[in-house]
């Protein structure tokens, strides 16, 4: 099976990616059109345009990935599609595309679990491969989970938030701060601009590998209340009545310490249950994995291998919906034309 090759499409939210990928390995092509910018007024993605936007995108975005085909459709051995979790209406239009190009070309067709795809990102052009038991952190803008792989798609769940997933609490911080959409980028490259210093709660919840952000979010929020409150005081005594900013070292310095409170409680988690559960590897995965002082910080603490997908691939993609699909086609796992998408789909 070194030569399989699949054509998958992701559309779960507001990326509409297509990759060819061989071996559940080899990345061929990877094309992600990104809405972002079409978002970015609305603070966050807006369900029915994302929708609209991937009808729009799916056809250039897949021949494109075809193009990197020497003989297009011909070198194509199976489709695959996510189909949850996700937004309906957006996982629906990727689905469906896949599934008539699956139809029409008589090839089989795999569903993807979008959560099991962020893992696979670590398959990708990764030399040695993950071992097994592996400890894995996958945290996105909609999910962040700690969970024990014993072997393929044999997952047992350790925590999960009970709040703010890691991505969703960046942005919502970033959003507070004035930083922009989307919010993880933008702390990062703020906090690059703070002289270290300054602390915020960290929520361990004791006992657990369950996690919790929002209690840190309306920490930050606070502080922010507070500083702009005195920045009023300080104009009015001036006699001056512009509305008060937040002035760019404040910014800069709280950014640094939310992710740094992020990033602690992230990585002792993780490396403790590595420990416990004797990993043979870490596996870091989704969105928020693309986070410098993340990675960093677990390869310093880990102790055990620890697998980082490139940073292209921690974010939305379809090459990492191709890899899952590789695994679960091998397991002997394929789908109907009756499969539909489920909004809510746990790993
Ligand atoms: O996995 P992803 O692309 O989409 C979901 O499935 O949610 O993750 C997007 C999330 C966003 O919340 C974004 O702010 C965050 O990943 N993110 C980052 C970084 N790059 C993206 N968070 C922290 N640091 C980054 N460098
Ligand atoms: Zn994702």
């Known amino acids: ?145 700690l969970a024990l792989i014993h072997d393929h798609g044999q ?15 960046f942005d919502k911080v970033a959003r507070i701060l004035g930083l922009g959409y989307p919010g993880g980028p933008a702390i990062q490259a703020a906090a690059a601009q703070a002289t270290p210093g300054g602390v915020l709660p960290r929520a361990w919840l004791r006992d657990s590998y369950d996690f919790s952000f929002s209690g840190l979010k309306t920490a930050v929020l606070h502080r922010v209340q507070d500083r702009l409150a005195q920045a009023a005081r300080l104009s009015g005594r001036k006699g001056s009545n512009e509305t008060p900013q937040l002035d760019a070292p404040f910014v800069a310095q709280m950014a640094y310490a939310f992710q740094e409170s992020v990033v602690d409680v992230l990585v002792t988690k993780t490396v403790d249950a590595a420990r416990r559960y004797k990993a043979q590897a870490i596996l870091l995965a989704g969105g928020v994995a693309a986070n410098r002082r993340l990675r960093e910080e677990l390869k310093r603490r880990a102790g055990v291998p620890v697998h980082l997908p490139a940073l292209d691939l921690c974010t939305d993609n379809a090459a990492m919906v191709a890899a899952a699909a590789f695994y679960r086609f091998h397991a002997g796992v394929q789908h109907g034309w009756d499969v539909d998408v489920t909004a809510n789909l746990p790993l």
């Not at 499409?9 to 079409?38: F, K, P, W, Y």
């Not at 997952?155 to 609490?169: F, H, I, K």
């Open 155 to 169: 997952y047992e769940l350790l925590g999960q938030t009970r709040d703010d997933a890691a991505g969703e609490a």
């Open 1 to 145: 099976p070194d030569d399989f090759t699949i054509l998958a499409l992701e559309t779960s939210c507001d990326e509409t990616a297509a990759a060819v990928v061989r071996g559940g390995r080899t990345v061929i092509s990877n094309i992600v059109a990104s809405q972002m910018a079409t978002h970015e007024r609305y603070g966050g993605v807006v369900p029915e345009i994302a929708s609209r936007q991937h009808i729009l995108s799916l056809a250039p975005v897949v021949r494109a990935a075809l193009a990197a085909l020497p003989n297009g459709w011909n070198d194509v051995h199976a489709v695959a599609a996510t189909h949850g979790p996700g937004l309906s209406g957006a996982l629906l239009t990727g689905l469906n595309a896949a599934k008539a190009m699956a139809w029409q070309r008589g090839l089989p067709f795999v569903a993807v679990n979008h959560l099991e795809a962020h893992l696979y990102a670590g398959w990708l052009g990764s030399e040695p491969l993950p071992p097994f038991p592996l400890v894995a952190l996958l945290v996105s803008g909609g999910h962040t989970l």
